[in-house]
């Protein structure tokens, strides 16, 4: 049974950081494709970032690109986003999610069936 756990949530002031990190266990986390989403009261979950099996390829919602990186370490089966620059417009619930097409860097969350519990990130004007 494949299982990710996030964490690295919290409260932070406009202009600050955080980094997420999702660790997966259950299957080799090589395996998959990875990716970032985040979701808030009444809007649809929408997509923040991916990342292919090794690292080689990625991709990031225009809301995010140059303030955000996804990563991976293999050797930690663990997933992170970096978020930098940090605007209130960021505070969400955040789920990291595996993609079993692991060159796949998908923005749609559909190609994802497998999903964290999600870490919530408050980001304070």
């Known amino acids: 049974q494949v299982q990710l756990v996030e964490s690295g949530g919290g409260l932070v002031q406009a202009g600050g950081s955080l980094r997420l990190s999702c660790v997966v266990s259950g299957r080799a986390f090589s395996m998959f494709a990875m990716g970032w989403f985040r979701q808030t009261p009444g809007k649809e979950r929408e997509f923040v970032a991916a990342?292919?099996?090794?690292?080689?390829?990625?991709n990031y919602a225009d809301s995010v690109k140059g303030r955000f990186t996804i990563s991976r370490d293999n050797t930690k089966n663990t997933l992170y986003l970096q978020m930098n620059s940090l605007k209130p417009e960021d505070t969400a619930v955040y789920y990291c999610?595996?993609?079993?097409?692991?060159?796949?860097?998908?923005?749609?969350?559909?190609?994802?069936?497998?999903w964290g519990q999600g870490t919530e990130v408050t980001v304070s004007s």
């Open positions: 999610a595996a993609d079993p097409l692991l060159t796949r860097i998908a923005t749609y969350e559909q190609a994802y069936p497998y």
């Open positions: 990342i292919n099996w090794s690292g080689g390829s990625t």
